[in-house]
Nanobody
Framework: QVQLVESGGGLVQAGGSLRLSCAASISIFSINAMGWYRQAPGKQRELVATIRSGGRTNYADSVKGRFTISRDNAKNTVSLQMNSLKPEDTAVYYC??????????WGQGTQVTVSS
């Protein structure tokens, strides 16, 4: 069973930074893409950023220029560096892995709260 273990959430003031990490218990060769999604109270889960096996990245317009996604293939991890955080970034952030088989896996979620 594939497990995704997230870490790095917390409380930060507006303008601050946080780094999220996610370790996947799946061979890197079985992964098509890794990414982060978020869900704020009363809202649908939305894409934040993804990175494909070839390194191509995709970001939501709302985080472009502030967030950076990266992956460490040797450690099967994906990270999200979040800078210049805003109160509207407050949400539960979920790690996502898309396997080459088409299966989708989710982490348990980590809370990010940005105070004004």
């Amino acid at each position: 069973q594939v497990q995704l273990v997230e870490s790095g959430g917390g409380l930060v003031q507006a303008g601050g930074s946080l780094r999220l990490s996610c370790a996947a218990s799946i061979s890197i060769f079985s992964i098509n893409a890794m990414g982060w999604y978020r869900q704020a109270p009363g809202k649908q889960r939305e894409l934040v950023a993804t990175i494909r096996s070839g390194g191509r990245t995709n970001y939501a317009d709302s985080v472009k220029g502030r967030f950076t996604i990266s992956r460490d293939n040797a450690k099967n991890t994906v990270s999200l560096q979040m800078n210049s955080l805003k109160p509207e970034d407050t949400a539960v952030y979920y790690c996502n892995v898309q396997a080459v088989t088409g299966d989708i896996y989710w982490g348990q979620g980590t809370q990010v709260t940005v105070s004004s």
